[in-house]
DNA sequence: CGCACTACCTTAACATGCTAACTTAGCTAG
DNA sequence: CTAGCTAAGTTAGCATGTTAAGGTAGTGCG
């Protein structure tokens, strides 16, 4: 059963997804790919388009489209840097702050909710998350995403997303 | 904190996924997602499509198009059920067989490197992981039970991430 | 027989990923 | 001053996910 696990993780990832996706698009209209982007923001305080899309760990396509799509829903602002050169300072609206501290709190429950049902330990299993994320980044599954992928750089550990 | 686990998890999936997905499209230019859909096939004996795209958590648009990619492709066959109904019997072409077996063993291969770089215990990590789905899943009903099909519809405060 | 119900599949329109290629702005050097 | 380099953002086209709505085969009842 080795291909269990990868695709049970599979499983779980993509359901835990969609299981937010449906509590933010029921509760607040908004998609959690969305709100990601917007904690995003707000995690890094004035980031580049760029910033986000690497945090994010989306291409910078994709990042621009849903910045678009944020700042014309009234959720982020986009102003030219100050500082000059072609590159764009996002931060969050009054509406922006307030929708991502509530969906956060949500989201947030529902989890440890979740954690707590099933009987894993919080701790442990996040650990052993953490060290597949790092085995991953660091060495790189051979002819894998190694160099090519600008995905989740090696941050540290506290602040993720 | 308590937000990331979740982001670990989507972000190790994530990457999984694209990794899987790099190293199939290299070798047998095959996407991660048309190889799954085959390995469920494969998996399920002779199944509807509505089977497969149960089994693998997506829509049936979704499986319906994915099928008839593969059928183009040579790696699928799509006959009427003999047995009537409007419903399709999904099996392997000889090709198809083929690419299965010779996907699995790579990606399996490459996955046990990664899971033993780690230094995370496989049976371990594989049974948390099975415990939170596990959750996940009786979770979408609280006390309702039934209404197997949705996949967590709106569950009041278990599911999400 | 005819109409409704169920199960399965398909089509249409849209959300989001990605890659490739192009544009724009500031910097550096001849 | 022009030419080239780098960084950041955008456009175009495709892969694949979703929901909504429509089509097609059996089954069952008045």
Do not use: W
């Not at 986009?78 to 969050?92: M, T, V």
């Amino acid at each position: 059963m080795p291909q269990d696990l990868s695709f049970d993780l599979h499983a779980l990832t993509a359901r835990l997804d969609r299981s937010a996706d449906r509590i933010l698009q029921a509760e607040y209209g908004l998609s959690y790919r969305r709100f990601l982007t917007l904690l995003i923001v707000s995690r890094l305080g004035a980031p580049t388009q760029r910033a986000v899309s690497e945090e994010l760990g989306v291409s910078e396509p994709s990042a621009s489209r849903m910045t678009g799509v944020l700042a014309g829903m009234g959720l982020l602002d986009a102003q030219p840097d100050p500082a000059g050169g072609n590159r764009r300072r996002l931060s969050l609206t009054a509406d922006g702050r307030q929708m991502v501290e509530q969906c956060r709190a949500l989201l947030e429950r529902r989890f440890h909710d979740l954690v707590k049902r099933s009987g894993v330990s919080y701790a442990d299993y996040a650990h052993n998350t953490r060290l597949l994320l790092d085995a991953l980044n660091t060495s790189a599954v051979p002819g894998v995403a190694a160099a090519t992928t600008t995905t989740l750089r090696d941050v540290p550990s506290t602040d993720r997303a």
